[in-house]
């Protein structure tokens, strides 16, 4: 059965930083490229960072130098590493690969920025 799992949202301050964990289970995890998606309130899912096969990543801008991925095809675990944290990161973060592939998606981890 194919699943995602995405774990450890919460609430933080500004500044603040959180650790995501994407667990998935029925994919061949080691040959895919995966990613995490986000989508804030009132808006479309949008793709913020992609994880090669190989460990490589690829962060879009908006959020480069703040946020970083990493993997563990032993464990077919993925992870979003988010360091300074803003208000305008608050959204519900989604595991998936890139393009996403796979369904269902996760029930995704809700992240919430706020002083």
């Known amino acids: 059965q194919v699943q995602l799992v995405e774990s450890g949202g919460g609430s933080v301050q500004p500044g603040g930083s959180l650790k995501l964990t994407c667990v998935s289970s029925?994919?061949?995890?080691?040959?895919?490229?995966m990613a995490w998606y986000r989508q804030a309130p009132g808006k479309e899912r949008e793709l913020v960072a992609s994880i090669f096969t190989d460990g490589r990543e690829s962060i879009r801008d908006s959020w480069k130098g703040r946020f970083t991925t990493s993997r563990d095809n032993d464990k077919d675990t993925m992870f979003l590493h988010m360091n300074s944290l803003k208000p305008e990161d608050t959204a519900v973060y989604y595991c998936?690969?890139?393009?996403?592939?796979?369904?269902?998606w996760g029930q995704g981890t809700q992240v919430t920025v706020s002083s």
């Open positions: 998936n690969t890139n393009p996403p592939t796979i369904r269902p």
């Open positions: 029925g994919v061949a995890f080691r040959f895919l490229t």
